[in-house]
Nanobody, 119 residues
Framework: QVQLVESGGGLVQTGGSLRLSCAAS????????MGWFRQAPGKERELVAS????????YYTNGLKGRFTISRDNTKNTGFLQMNSLKPEDTAVYYC????????????WGQGTQVTVSS
């Protein structure tokens, strides 16, 4: 089992920045691929970005690379999502999640953190 706790959400104006953190506990964090998802009201949850176990490979959903940066510090069992140039359409609950490399689905989820971007 891996327990994940997000933090760093809040209210920010358009063009502002936020850095989300995901603190992991339980099993060895570096064994897991980590992803950040978001879900806006009335919309399906979508993958924002993911990062490999060692952090050497990253993936971003279309349109977010360049504004968002995913990273991780395995020595501190923590993942991050740096979000810059935020837009009102980025408003959502953001979740971190973890999976092993042998599964395609994310098995472990945090409780989510609200990000609200005001216009």
């Amino acid at each position: 089992q891996v327990q994940l706790v997000e933090s760093g959400g809040g209210l920010v104006q358009t063009g502002g920045s936020l850095r989300l953190s995901c603190a992991a506990s339980g099993r060895t964090f570096s064994n897991y691929v980590m992803g950040w998802f978001r879900q806006a009201p009335g919309k399906e949850r979508e993958l924002v970005a993911s990062i490999s176990q060692s952090g050497d490979r990253t993936y971003y959903t279309n349109g977010l690379k360049g504004r968002f940066t995913i990273s991780r510090d395995n020595t501190k069992n923590t993942g991050f999502l740096q979000m810059n140039s935020l837009k009102p359409e980025d408003t959502a609950v953001y979740y971190c999640a973890a999976r092993t490399i042998i599964t395609s689905s994310y098995d472990y989820w945090g409780q989510g953190t609200q990000v609200t971007v005001s216009s």
